[in-house]
């Protein structure tokens, strides 16, 4: 089936080279955490188009949350700011189509980018950042995001 002698070495590459495999849960350092963290509040700079602004932080939080509970805390209020400012979004957007008024998007927007680089700066330096106006519609759970459910009722 292999067609190398036993006695011959294996590239690297060679996906039946022995050695220990990488482990993929590998302590972070903490600047590490803390641009991780960061990355989770930036997500809130892409709120000019709906949904895409809880991306960044549900990713960060689904591949990281077992590593750093300080970048699980961050990641998870960065995307319940983001559901906040999506429901603003759909509020302002509603408004933005009555004749007279508009322009509810973008200070919705402004409103996001704002507090998204004060909460990346915040992270940058190691400090915990909770976001004005947030609500707490998801919650660390046992195993996943969803664990809490969106709220403590059964």
């Keep these: 089936m292999n067609d190398q002698p036993a006695s011959q070495p294996r590239s690297p590459g060679d996906p039946s080279a022995s050695g220990p495999p990488a482990s993929p849960n590998l302590p972070l350092t903490r600047k590490e955490v803390h641009r991780w963290a960061a990355g989770a509040h930036l997500g809130g700079l892409l709120a000019w188009?709906?949904?895409?602004?809880?991306?960044?932080?549900?990713?960060?939080?689904?591949?990281y949350k077992d590593r750093s509970p300080y970048l699980r805390e961050q990641a998870l209020e960065a995307l319940n700011f983001q559901?906040?400012?999506?429901?603003?979004?759909?509020?302002?957007?509603?408004?933005?189509?009555?004749?007279?008024i508009y322009g509810f998007t973008f200070l919705v927007w402004l409103f996001s980018a704002f507090f998204a680089i004060i909460g990346a700066l915040a992270a940058l330096r190691g400090r915990h950042f909770s976001y004005p106006l947030s609500r707490q519609f998801l919650h660390a759970g046992n195993s996943h995001l969803w664990g809490g459910g969106l709220s403590n009722r059964r």
Excluded: N, R
């Excluded at 603003?88 to 009555?98: C, E, F, H, Q, T």
């Design 49 to 63: 188009i709906p949904v895409v602004p809880l991306i960044p932080a549900g990713a960060i939080y689904a591949v």
């Design 83 to 100: 559901i906040c400012v999506l429901l603003l979004w759909i509020l302002a957007s509603l408004i933005d189509k009555l004749p007279i």
